[in-house]
């Protein structure tokens, strides 16, 4: 992917990557000037790297949706300022999700369905200012405790909320 380096835009739905193992991450990230990452139903596996520094300046579309990746959730993510599409569903994603998501100045929508060990609590999740986001599915998760804050009806922008 080195020779790749001007790359804007990665759209490979449903190419099998199973083979690659766990260092996909670790190439993309060597693409600075990438703004669309779309890899669902790729067969990507293994844990998502932590990655110490990221190259991610120009990204607003990570869909790395319905893989059957065994993942702490990525931690990073939180510091991708430019991110506007997240969709990480299906992923088999455990343990705390990083708080800092609902800080990301340009985050429309946001899709955690389907990944049942995660963890958190919903006033922890739903504090904050999610100041864009739009789309919010939260489907078929174990992780949500307590109840809805009140807070929720700040979200202004919020059309299409999902929980179980």
């Given amino acids: 992917m080195a020779s790749l380096i001007s790359l804007k835009k990665l759209k ?8 690659i193992g766990s260092h996909w991450m670790d190439a993309l990230n060597k693409l600075p000037f990438l703004t669309e990452v779309d890899l669902q139903y790729c067969r990507l596996s293994g844990p998502i790297p932590f990655l110490s520094s ?3 300046t120009s990204l ?5 949706g319905s893989n059957p990746l065994q993942s702490m959730f990525p931690i990073w993510l939180v510091n991708i300022s430019t991110i506007v599409f997240n969709d990480l569903s299906n992923n088999n994603l455990y343990g705390q999700i990083s708080p800092g998501l609902e800080e990301l100045p ?3 929508y946001l899709d955690l369905s389907g990944n049942v060990n995660l963890t958190g ?13 739009e789309y919010l599915n939260l489907r078929n998760n174990n992780f949500l405790e307590g109840t809805i ?7 202004c922008n919020l059309n299409i909320w999902m929980r179980d």
Avoid: E, T, Y
């Fill in 106 to 108: 340009h985050l429309q």
């Fill in 149 to 155: 804050p009140a807070s929720i009806g700040n979200f």
């Fill in 60 to 64: 607003s579309l990570l869909n790395i």
């Fill in 54 to 56: 990221l190259n991610f």
């Fill in 12 to 19: 490979m739905n449903h190419v099998d990557f199973s083979r």
């Fill in 121 to 133: 609590s919903c006033s922890q999740l739903l504090s904050g200012s999610w100041k864009k986001i």
